[in-house]
């Protein structure tokens, strides 16, 4: 039975209920409609309603006539049948799930826009790998723990002398060691190493190698595994047991030659024989990087005769902090050291094992993760920059998609998805090429720095974690409100009036430019400390070094303990082998007496002048020499004034630097002047020598330097090597040769032909010696000139973007421009103009920012001094050079705009 | 809803689609109060019949835009089955109201399109 949908008092009436009964009739004749069942009712219920509705509104006529029209169309159902047809199914990549879709149409856009999508990947791959290698780097040498088991347990004790207030590293004795170990409440482990180089007799003949000599617990204690064979066990370092070695995984591979069976090969080390028990994998580098082999000290049984001062490495028992531990150590350090026979004015400290690496090594690797830092900022504003004119090209695409249907989330999201894409790539290439960078990194830094960090260079989860947030930080923070910015320009210019001026240009033209004057005020930062570097640098390479260098070498050798324990007999080989080389083809001049950087500083206390005895000086410590006459003419060191040595100078006759003399006796000749240092007699000065400068330094400071003849020299030169020692003495030979690559190979020849059993130490140029002493800063050096330069490339190109965004904008206004008679020049000028004014913007704020960060350039960079006139006008020429080549295509191209092409066009 | 998720799948809608959809965005409403809503809106411009009505409503269930309501209590603002009351109501689904609102931006655009061609002359 039919219901009425119409109020009680619109009592259906015959129309409403015929027009009714007949729909549901005619509704089950239509069999899409009869296959609801409740269809057909819902039908009458509806057409009985339209005609109560119509009567009531309009009459009982305009009811009739609804009614058969509500019946005629239900008829034509009837008679043509339809079935239910639902919209056909979308395209099929239509059917994918909204993220892979979108993820296609940003991969279609990207390869659309492929020139700029790969800028942008190339350049954020570059960004990434740069800083995500420097933070390895970073990571390994002084975030990362040690890598030990209890790595921040773990201590070294060194002693302090309370009087005289200094600290020294070692040199803990047996017995102290031992008496450290019963101290079991405050160091549940205490073990020990040292760390000598000593001869081994390879294929080669004698050379040398990097020794620990370590207490057979210490492996243990720092969770050692060999990689073959075994570590030492307790009892081993005792006489008759120390002849076991554990050599490293470098040592196994180049001077054993990997030799599969080399567990059980016995080798000469330190003139003993010994036999080797295991390899350690090269992950193991510990006391540093460099030590090759291991041999075992036990300190309650030490071997017979061997007297040996070692390195404490202590493990602080549970339940104790570091610091409590530190204070504890050095209130008992005293008594304990007095109950061994120590000094009684000695106690002890204690410092984290994690304290190893140096402080220029540490500051070279902060400067350069700011460097990278302000590189990965800049990186970042090319890739915001980018993701913006991307977007902006695409507008009419955009305009399309709103057009379509799509909302300003709908844009927006696609814009993060590209953004995203973009950033993903970006990440795994940059990590690809951080890993190569890392690699390249720990065989092409500078020893200096990475040995004497305990975990070696390499790219770990940790690193990978930061170029992913590099990746995710560029794309969330830097890419998408870019993103954002042009997707609502976009919009709003396609639903908005079209003007040819629209809003949305000029607010992402300025965007754009803001971004530049950001990349140019970094860069800015970049090149000033690049500029800083490269003249300290220049002026590190160009300084001479007071003598010729020029194919110079020096062999250092070291004479064994057998057959050179009388003076006499060492002066004797030294004297055989010189005159030996002199008679060598090709060399020009050989002679003896150290390089002239290496000479040990003795101490002469308050040294009194003759002439002002009353006024002694400060304390002095100077570089003393010890040399032969041939030495100055072999090095060609000049003598300013007076002369050489004789044969009959005395113990008390001494050649002096330039500097030794201008600063004692500055009004009058140092020669034939006098002066003595506390318990010295009289030292009579007989000639002036230039001054030489030290290897490490950039310039020439105050060289004091006092020369002695060979034999002649005051005590405290002459060596101090235990009895135990296997070598007694250590000489270096100079020879300058007509080639210095023969002469490489040539003098330990020489050298072995008067006795094979001296150990050739070092052979090498003098100026690779030099060369070497400074690889730290070239190495800062260079890495900071790299980024400076991708930094700079990277403006040029944001700046070039923007020029060119703005000539295409301005066509219209250049066309008139021509049209009212303007010259291109002035055309021309007008876009350099821009250029220059986004340079001159940009330099501005990093110059202000350069000086906001003054502080923290100063701490970095205490190598180079602080930023000058100098500096900043070379930055201001190199930007200003840039801008232009930046500026010179667009203002080219703005200065050929056709203004009857471009009307035509219009 | 089987479909896929994109509603810019369907577009464009028929303008009678669009003009059931619109009407239902109000709330539930039955068939004969969809037919009052859009002949009152459109000032008796676009009047549907009843078996167009129904067959257009079988297809956009079918198609997930709108969703039969039973008259139930937990049905909001839909009286329970009463006699005297209609059978069945219709919904918009969310997935109806995004349909609906891509082809109002596309229509929008177009209407921008034409604006700025001065279709309407001088606005």
Sequence with gaps: MATSLAPDHDRPDWVSRFCAGTSRLLARRVPSIAADPDGPDDIAETVEAVCLMTARRRGRVASIRAGVLELANLLGLAIRRPTLVPTPDPPRHRRWPAWRLSLRFAWKRLVGARANAAWAIGTLALGIGLTTSVFSVLDSILWRPAP????????????????????????????????????????????????????????????????????????????????????????????????????????????????????????????????????????????????????????????????????????????????????????????????????????????????????????????????????????????????????????????????????????????????????????????????????????????????????????????????????????????????????????????????????????????????????????????????????????????????????????????????????????????????????????????????????????????????????????????????????????????????????????NTVIVSEDFARKYWPARSAVGARFRGANQEWQTIVGIVGNIRPMTSGGWQNEQDLYYQSGKAPDALQPRMSAAASIIDYRTLIVRAERSTDALTSVPRVIHTIDPHVVIWRTALVDRLYDDAIARPRTVFLLMAVFAGVGLLLAVAGMYGVLSHLVSQRLREIGVRFALGARPVDVGRVVLKSGVALAGTGLVCGLALSVAMARLATTLMTDVGKPDAVSVAIVVVVLGATALVASWSPALRAMRVDPVQLLRDE | MTRAADPRSFLPLSPIAFQVLLALTDGPRHGYGVIQEIDTRTRGAMRLRTGTLYLLMQRLVADGLVEPVRPAKNVPGAPGRTPGSPRRYYDISPFGRAVLSADTRRQQAAVADARAKRVLGRV
């Design chain 1, 148 to 651: 030990y088991p209890q790595a921040r347990r773990l201590g070294e004790l060194a002693t302090y002398n309370v009087e005289r207030k200094f600290t020294f590293m070692g040199f803990y004795a047996p017995p102290l060691l031992a008496a450290w170990r019963t101290q079991s409440d405050l160091f549940d482990r205490v073990e020990a190493f040292d760390t000598p180089v000593v001869p081994f007799e390879g294929d080669d003949g004698s050379e040398t190698v990097s020794e620990a000599i370590v207490t057979p617990g210490l492996f243990s204690l720092l969770g050692a595994v060999p990689e073959r064979g075994r570590l030492f066990v307790d009892g081993e370092g005792r006489t008759g047991t120390t002849d076991a070695v554990v050599v490293s995984d470098a040592f196994w591979r180049e001077r054993l030659h990997a030799d599969p069976d080399v567990v059980g090969r016995r080798l000469m080390i330190d003139n003993a024989p010994c036999h080797v028990v295991g390899v350690l994998p090269a992950s193991f580098r510990f006391p540093s990087g460099g030590t090759e082999v291991w041999t075992p000290f036990d300190l309650d049984a030490p071997p017979r005769g061997a007297t040996r001062a070692l390195m404490p490495l202590v493990r602080i028992a549970p339940g104790r902090t570091f610091e409590a531990a530190a204070i504890e150590a050095r209130a008992r350090g005293g008594r304990i050291g007095v109950a061994v026979g120590e000094p009684a004015n000695q106690t002890a400290v204690l410092y984290p094992l994690s304290d190893a690496v140096g402080d220029k090594t540490e500051r070279s690797l902060w400067l350069l993760a700011a460097a990278v830092s302000f590189l990965f900022l800049v990186v970042a504003a090319n890739v915001a920059n980018l993701s913006l004119a991307r977007a902006l090209q695409r507008r009419r695409d955009l305009a399309v998609h709103a057009a379509l249907g799509a909302s300003t989330a709908d844009l927006v999201r696609a814009a993060f998805i590209e953004n995203a894409l973009v950033a993903a790539i970006g990440c795994t290439a940059g990590t690809v090429l951080a890993a190569m960078l890392t690699r390249l990194a720990r065989v092409s830094l500078p020893a200096a720095m990475t040995t004497a960090a305990f975990n070696a260079i390499a790219l770990n989860g940790r690193a990978v974690l930061v170029a992913i947030g590099l990746g995710a930080v560029s794309a969330i923070v830097f890419g998408l409100p870019m993103a954002i910015f042009a997707s609502r320009t976009s919009l709003s210019s396609a639903l908005g009036a079209q003007s040819r001026s629209a809003t949305g240009s000029r607010a992402s033209r300025r965007v754009r430019s803001l971004l530049v004057v950001v990349e140019v005020a970094i860069c800015t930062e970049l090149l000033i400390g690049a500029a800083l570097m490269t003249r300290a640098f220049v002026a590190l390479e160009m300084a001479g070094k007071g003598f010729d260098a020029a194919n110079l070498i020096t062999v250092r050798v070291g004479l064994p303990a057998s057959g050179y324990r009388d003076p006499g007999a060492r002066r004797q080989f030294v004297d055989d082998v010189l005159a030996r080389l002199r008679t060598t083809p090709g060399v020009v001049a050989a002679t003896d007496g150290g390089l002239p950087t290496e000479a040990r500083p003795i101490m002469l206390g308050p040294v009194t002048i003759d002439d002002r005895a009353d006024q002694p000086t400060a304390p002095l410590i100077v570089p003393v020499h010890e040399v032969p006459a041939s030495y100055f003419e072999a090095l060609r060191l000049p003598l300013v004034s007076g002369r050489l040595f004789g044969p009959d100078d005395d113990r």
